[in-house]
T-cell receptor, first 115, second 111 residues
Framework: DTGVSQDPRHKITKRGQNVTFRCDPI?????LYWYRQTLGQGPEFLTYFQNEAQLEKSRLLSDRFSAERPKGSFSTLEIQRTEQGDSAMYLC?????????????FGPGTRLTVL | SQKIEQNSEALNIQEGKTATLTCNYTNYSPAYLQWYRQDPGRGPVFLLLIRENEKEKRKERLKVTFDTTLKQSLFHITASQPADSATYLCALGNYGQNFVFGPGTRLSVLP
């Protein structure tokens, strides 16, 4: 257990539905990252926050994806009008003191299946 | 565009041997390189970080080298054990920027 939690762990939805995932980082960490990972691939960067500010967003990220971190603690990732191509593992990671910003602590992921 | 390659999709070795995994990159100048371990259905777990001005780093049975001229990192697991079987990911980073991951190498250590 890294101290980063994600909810839900699994989500099955029908195409066209909206889904929302939650990530609770390690409490001292002020940076939070979202990644998407498909089978046989490494995690693909989606976006990251420093405190409540969203500092970077992947150019590959569709407008259907939005993320928030309203109080600089937990974060949510919403996917609107899901498509079958959105099926993947969605990973959250956090960094910060005391270990610094170069070591990411990952959550267990949310596996999304779009039917 | 940035590209990261890891030597092979899968690597099988015999228990007790040294496993060597490679990570090659192009169109990138990372300040540091990381290695992670990922077990099926779980998030990656950080193992080691090596900075651009470091040639080698060790941690117990793990050794990482970093050659910025060749744009390559080697990751070694000595005296490998079946419990070392997992997917190993390399990731490149620069200060203040996001991380870029390779596709991973699935290592199987056979008893």
């Amino acid at each position: 257990d890294t101290g980063v939690s994600q909810d839900p762990r699994h989500k099955i939805t029908k195409r066209g539905q909206n889904v929302t995932f939650r990530c609770d980082p390690i409490s001292e960490h002020n940076r939070l990252y979202w990644y998407r990972q498909t089978l046989g691939q490494g995690p693909e960067f989606l976006t990251y926050f420093q405190n409540e500010a969203q500092l970077e967003k992947s150019r590959l990220l569709s407008d259907r994806f939005s993320a928030e971190r309203p109080k600089g603690s937990f974060s949510t990732l919403e996917i609107q009008r899901t498509e079958q191509g959105d099926s993947a593992m969605y990973l959250c990671a956090s960094t910060g003191e005391p270990r610094g910003y170069n070591e990411q602590f990952f959550g267990p992921g949310t596996r999304l299946t779009v039917l | 565009s940035q590209k990261i390659e890891q030597n092979s999709e899968a690597l099988n070795i015999q228990e007790g041997k040294t496993a060597t995994l490679t990570c090659n990159y192009t169109n990138y100048s990372p300040a540091y390189l990381q290695w992670y371990r990922q077990d099926p259905g779980r998030g990656p777990v950080f193992l080691l970080l090596i900075r651009e001005n470091e040639k080698e780093k060790r941690k117990e049975r793990l050794k990482v080298t970093f050659d910025t001229t060749l744009k390559q990192s080697l990751f070694h697991i000595t005296a490998s054990q079946p419990a070392d079987s997992a997917t190993y990911l390399c990731a490149l980073g620069n200060y203040g920027q996001n991380f870029v991951f390779g596709p991973g190498t699935r290592l199987s250590v056979l008893p």
